[in-house]
């Protein structure tokens, strides 16, 4: 068992397709098979199915079994590679929303940047169901997301709970410290979907019907936007914080008799992490508790 074999197979549990696999490697097919069937030999069990007139490959009882050991064997392997090539700095890859890390990681990353932390970081931005598949798949160590997916290998954990507000832009006319939706004017909304509960809400209080004037899903469209015309949105009090580090944007506190519900952080790691990056979660995960116990992100003044 070799890791050209190991990482076909792993590759082929992606894609479930042989072709798919083979561009994704940029080999040949021949070549795929080959290593599949060299890997198959030399465990003495079959991996895979293919059904007669179907392209794509199902794996067999075995075949699922043996991906957690795949993984771990491929984690072992770059830890070997570390300590031949006497690698003694640490290495995370760390996947995240936009908005996240733009408004409440950028910090933490920042202060590991400059003081002195023994630790290289790979710093990825994507959408939360990605995020989920690419912990699963080890592409990533540690992930931040606000929507709570269940994964049978990945653990999830809430960190951080975020009051909503509504804020509008300067030239707004509507200026109170709380205002209910019903004085809104829905064809101005600026539309985020922070997570399905508040979806809920919003079809309840703000209406299916009604289309916002924009729907976006990163921070800096929030920001390009909400300088520009009277516009509003409600949002999680860390974007109220970045905003008005910005420009002086109109805040409020919401006054249904249903207050939206709390934006919820989740951090995320796979079940059985990577041997290679154990002491490198540890220094994270520690470094981030501090962080956010320094940090008021519930405090806000209307």
Not at 28 to 45: F, G
Not at 81 to 101: A, V
Not at 136 to 155: Q, S
Not at 209 to 215: K, N
Request: proline share 4%.
């Amino acid at each position: 068992m070799n890791l050209a074999e190991v990482e076909t197979f792993l590759m082929i549990v992606k894609t479930k397709n042989i072709t798919k696999t083979a561009e994704n490697l940029f080999l040949s097919q021949p070549t795929v098979s080959h290593r599949l069937k060299a890997l198959e030999e030399e465990l003495k069990i079959k991996l895979v199915t293919r059904k007669k007139g179907y392209k794509a490959i199902e794996l067999t009882e075995k075949g699922e079994e043996f991906i957690p050991i795949a993984e771990r064997w491929i984690s072992l392997w770059r830890e070997m590679q570390m300590l031949q090539h006497g690698q003694e700095r640490l290495f995370l890859t760390i996947g995240s929303t936009d908005t996240l890390s733009t408004t409440i990681l950028g910090n933490l990353y920042t202060e590991l940047l400059y003081q002195g932390c023994p630790m290289d970081m790979r710093i990825k931005t994507h959408q939360s169901y990605e995020i989920y598949d690419l912990v699963e798949k080890h592409d990533i160590d540690v992930g931040f997301v606000y929507h709570h997916l269940h994964y049978k290998n990945i653990v999830a954990k809430p960190i951080l709970r975020e009051k909503m507000y509504l804020i509008q832009t300067p030239d707004t006319s509507l200026k109170k410290p709380k205002i209910h939706t019903d004085e809104l004017d829905p064809e101005r909304e600026i539309f985020f979907s922070w997570e399905a509960n508040y979806q809920i809400w919003h079809d309840q209080w703000i209406g299916k019907l009604s289309r916002p004037r924009v729907q976006v899903d990163t921070y800096g469209l929030i920001v390009n936007l909400m300088s520009k015309e009277n516009l509003w949105m409600i949002a999680p009090a860390s974007i109220v914080k970045a905003m008005r580090k910005l420009y002086p944007i109109q805040v409020s506190e919401i006054a249904n008799r249903t207050q939206p519900p709390e934006r919820l952080t989740y951090k995320i790691k796979h079940k059985n992490p990577n041997a290679a990056t154990l002491k490198a979660v540890e220094f994270f995960d520690e470094k981030l508790a501090a962080y956010l116990e320094k940090e008021n992100w519930e405090t806000i003044e209307i």
